[in-house]
């Protein structure tokens, strides 16, 4: 067994080594105070941080909405172009063949106006002998045709003559 002076001695290293132990507790505490505080305000900091980042993350959501509506209208008007574009291309070409057809029946007018101006003496010094449809020919035929007594000989009168001429004495009554 200790004697007393070395359970005193005992005690006291115990207590020196509680002492310390309570020194070491306490700067354990302090600096764990501070790493609390140092957290706290680590916490608010991130806490703001994640409002400001709550309310930057709605509004790029609003833009990004907005910019989905505005991609959404633009593509309609990029189809509305389109099918315009179609429209004048279409209208572009029946105004091709239109006027294609006007010259076409200007050409065929001037043609119209020479023959007419050929055939009713316009075109030329002696005016042209005109029967009522104005075809001097059908005239000569139809006297012909009418001068003609015995059917057996307007038969071969009337197949010796071309469908033209045929037409006109048809078209000369």
Do not use: H
């Not at 806490?47 to 309310?55: M, P, Y």
């Not at 291309?89 to 029946?94: D, F, I, L, R, T």
């Not at 239109?98 to 043609?111: H, N």
């Amino acid at each position: 067994m200790k004697t007393i002076d070395q359970q005193l001695e005992d005690a006291l290293a115990r207590t020196r080594q509680l002492e310390a132990d309570a020194q070491a507790g306490s700067v354990l505490l302090t600096e764990s105070s501070k790493q609390c505080e140092d957290l706290r305000q680590q916490v608010t900091a991130l806490g703001k941080e994640k409002e400001t980042l709550t309310l930057a993350n709605e509004e790029i959501t609003s833009q990004r909405n907005q910019l989905s509506s505005d991609l959404a209208t633009a593509k309609q008007s990029l189809q509305s172009a389109g099918q315009a574009a179609e429209e004048l291309a279409k209208a572009k070409e029946q105004l091709t063949a239109l006027t294609s057809e006007v010259e076409k029946l200007k050409a065929e007018a001037k043609t119209a106006e020479r023959i007419a101006a050929e055939r009713y003496g316009a075109a030329s010094p002696q005016p042209l002998p005109v029967t009522s449809r104005g075809d001097s020919k059908a005239g000569e035929l139809v006297t012909r045709f009418k001068a003609i007594t015995d059917p057996k000989e307007q038969t071969a009168f009337w197949r010796s003559l071309t469908p033209e001429q045929r037409t006109l004495i048809l078209n000369s009554k």
